[in-house]
């Protein structure tokens, strides 16, 4: 016979019993990646390989392309504060507008417009991209989306991964599977001093722009009567609907705004890597959808700040922690950056930096 457990034995069993193991394996988990940021960043320091102007440069490439997520982000943030979905055919919508816009650059270029009006160039680049991501978004909320608004959350998520692969392949077969050079603005081209620190031209646009829409998308949000209308339906459709507001045309609003966003984001994304295919939208909106995952998705400004850190941590980040290590070519560890980051926020804080708790978005 087996004997019977000492009283000491059973106490010590029911303290483990009740240890918080997952707390503690955060809290191991927490130290260990301190630990490697912070030695990681202290061996690359000690090389002394790059000085100040090579992490001032590092920067504001980050600054940059965190600007263009930010703006992708926050069409994901708009129609999840909602719907409660995540349009993962939203990245699409991004690559829509600037691939159609190609052409038209592609055109101008051709009659030596693009260099003699570069601001007019420029706007009628940013109008034709604008436009046809607004399309294509109220296209998918009409004909993918609207049909499914009472079904179970699973069912609209489930479309839009069949909605972001119909979209790739369609534009595939109407405007080819080769990636496109963009034409270069020469206005554009060149740098300026800031604070002593060489920016390039483009750079600054694309910054300069994002915050001008990021700051227009929040007072609209705030101060206009059709914002305070996204604002209630997203608080609660029903009650929305009762006091006189139109939920659909509402929602329509809502994935144009977004759309729009998007289209911009797209001529900003040209501005800065200079080139368009199909696939263009899969990898920025996965980025994008990581920033508004880190900044509180459904928050306009959590987004933004969600973009801006995922971009600056791109840029930064795989030459901070890890040239001192030795490891070769470490940008190209940058996606272990963007995604790494989603995982421990998901671990971490599962409702974003300024995201309302789990509970209350349920």
Do not use: C
Not at 64 to 82: H, K, Q
């Amino acid at each position: 016979m087996t004997a019977a457990p000492t009283p000491m034995v059973r106490g010590l069993s029911t303290r483990l019993a009740r240890l918080p193991i997952r707390r503690i394996s955060l809290i191991a988990l927490g130290i260990a990646i301190i630990y490697g940021v912070v030695a990681g960043t202290t061996a690359t320091l000690r090389t002394g390989k790059f000085d100040t102007h090579d992490w001032v440069n590092f920067l504001v490439q980050g600054i940059a392309r965190g600007s263009v997520y930010a703006l992708i982000a926050l069409g994901y943030t708009l129609v999840y504060g909602i719907l409660l979905m995540i349009n993962f055919a939203h990245g699409e919508v991004f690559m829509a507008g600037s691939f159609t816009a190609f052409f038209v650059a592609s055109a101008l270029a051709g009659h030596g417009f693009l260099d003699r009006q570069p601001i007019i160039s420029f706007v009628i680049l940013l109008l034709v991209s604008v436009a046809t991501s607004v399309t294509v978004a109220l296209l998918l909320e009409r004909l993918a989306y609207r049909p499914l608004r009472g079904a179970p959350r699973l069912v609209p998520l489930i479309t839009a991964i069949g909605a972001s692969l119909f979209l790739q392949y369609t534009f595939r077969g109407l405007y080819g599977e080769q990636a496109q050079a963009y034409p270069e603005i020469d206005a554009f081209q060149g740098t300026v001093q800031i604070a002593g620190f060489p920016v390039t031209k483009e750079q600054l646009i694309v910054i300069v722009g994002a915050l001008i829409l990021w700051l227009a998308l929040y007072l609209f949000i705030e101060r206009t009567r059709t914002g305070r209308a996204m604002r209630a339906v997203g608080e609660d459709r029903q009650i929305a609907a009762l006091m006189g507001i139109d939920v659909d045309r509402t929602i329509r609003i809502t994935f144009a705004v977004g759309g729009a966003l998007a289209g911009a984001a797209g001529i900003l994304y040209v501005l800065l890597f200079n080139q368009v295919n199909f696939t263009m939208g899969f990898i920025p909106g996965l980025k994008a959808f990581t920033a508004a995952v880190l900044g509180g998705i459904g928050s306009i400004t959590g987004a933004a700040l969600g973009g801006l850190i995922l971009g600056v941590l791109e840029a930064v980040g795989p030459t901070l922690f890890l040239t001192g290590t030795g490891i070769p070519s470490a940008f190209q560890l940058t996606p272990i950056v963007s995604f790494g980051i989603l995982v421990l926020v998901l671990i971490f804080l599962p409702g974003g930096l300024l995201g309302a708790p789990e509970e209350k978005r349920a």
